[in-house]
């Protein structure tokens, strides 16, 4: 058994924003280190843990996770298209040892996966196919959302069943922490945004995913300006929260209320349950040490952008 976990935030606006050049030296230095640790240790194999924002899961049919058999990146944002490297026999056997647990996991013979799920992959490799691939969703854009318990839950029993594998893996958990980039929300969705939320009219024309783009890129721009109608960021909460993974206690996150870290942090800031179920499958197995982290507030990117590495000690 080896394993590792590389955890960050990624962002569509990584491409579009005008950052300061301090903010980009300090970005592409810990993007470095990402490569750096994810090199050295040279995995067999790549799981997954992120998001999606409704590119591949609508509120047609919401699972809260699902690990996918087979995947395609749509290549929204600029990020890398195509077929991705899913060991089908692999990821199968993922599921039925997780579900076997009694968590409650959904499956997916063709997933669609968007700049969430492979954001970091063409960070540290430049290619999203160079390594096999394992991509497991985890719902944290369409409320409602399970207990964050369940999530670490989640993640403890992807550990013990990673644990089993010849293979060295590398556990990516993408996503997070406080933001609130502007994702329509069911609750105040207009009639079109409501069809696109239910996933109609997908693939979406170039239009009009050209429009749903331009959307998050001004918002972070008036953002930064300080003229966005969105929630703050939330950098204690955050700090707090990265204090809490590397503890290597997970038990504070048990209290966690999905409706306070909405109010705190974000509508977005669910995203952290990819974080959260990543340390927890490391946790499962043995006790761990942060070897890098970097956190900063980035309002160009709306994000408490982090990102750490772990291994076990
Ligand atoms: O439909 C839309 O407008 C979706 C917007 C979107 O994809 C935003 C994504 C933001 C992140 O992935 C993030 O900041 O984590
Ligand atoms: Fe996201």
Redesign the pocket.
């Known amino acids: 058994m080896t394993l590792a976990l590389l955890a960050m935030s990624?962002?569509?606006l990584l491409e579009f924003a005008d950052l300061d050049a301090d903010v980009t030296a300090e970005l592409d230095q810990t993007f470095a280190a990402a490569k750096d640790f994810v090199h050295d240790y040279d995995p067999d194999i790549v799981v997954n843990l992120a998001p999606d924002?409704?590119n591949g899961f609508f509120y047609n049919l919401m699972p809260a996770y699902c690990v996918g058999y087979a995947a395609t990146s749509i290549g929204?944002y600029g990020s890398q298209a195509g077929r991705l490297d899913v060991p089908e026999a692999k990821a199968r056997s993922l599921a039925e040892a997780v579900i076997a647990e009694g968590i409650d996991l959904s499956v997916s013979l063709e997933m669609e996966v968007d700049?969430?799920t492979v954001q970091p992959m063409e960070i540290v490799y430049g290619d999203i196919t160079a390594k096999p691939f394992i991509p497991i969703f985890i719902n944290s854009v369409a409320p409602p959302f399970t207990p964050v318990k369940r999530v670490r839950q989640l993640g403890e029993a992807l550990g013990r069943h990673l644990a089993t594998w010849d293979e060295k893996v590398l556990l990516i958990s993408s996503?997070g922490l406080s933001?609130d980039?502007?994702?329509?929300r069911l609750a105040t969705a207009t009639p079109a945004q409501r069809a696109?939320l239910m996933g109609e009219n997908q693939p979406l024309p170039a239009e009009a995913r050209a429009a749903?783009q331009q959307?998050?890129i001004d918002a972070a721009r008036d953002f930064a300006a300080g003229t966005a109608d969105i929630q703050d960021l939330a950098p204690e909460w955050d700090r707090e929260l990265l204090r809490i993974l590397a503890s290597g206690d997970l038990s504070p996150v048990d209290t966690f209320d999905p409706d306070e870290m909405t109010r705190i942090a974000g509508n977005?800031s669910h995203?952290v349950r990819t974080w959260i179920a990543g340390y927890a499958a490391m946790a499962a197995v043995g006790t761990y040490e942060v070897q890098h982290t970097y956190y900063r507030p980035i309002r160009e990117l709306?994000?408490g952008f982090a990102m750490t590495t772990v291994v076990h000690t």
């Open positions: 990624h962002s569509p924002h409704y929204d700049h969430g996503g933001h980039p502007p994702v329509p696109m749903r959307r998050v977005s995203e709306i994000a």
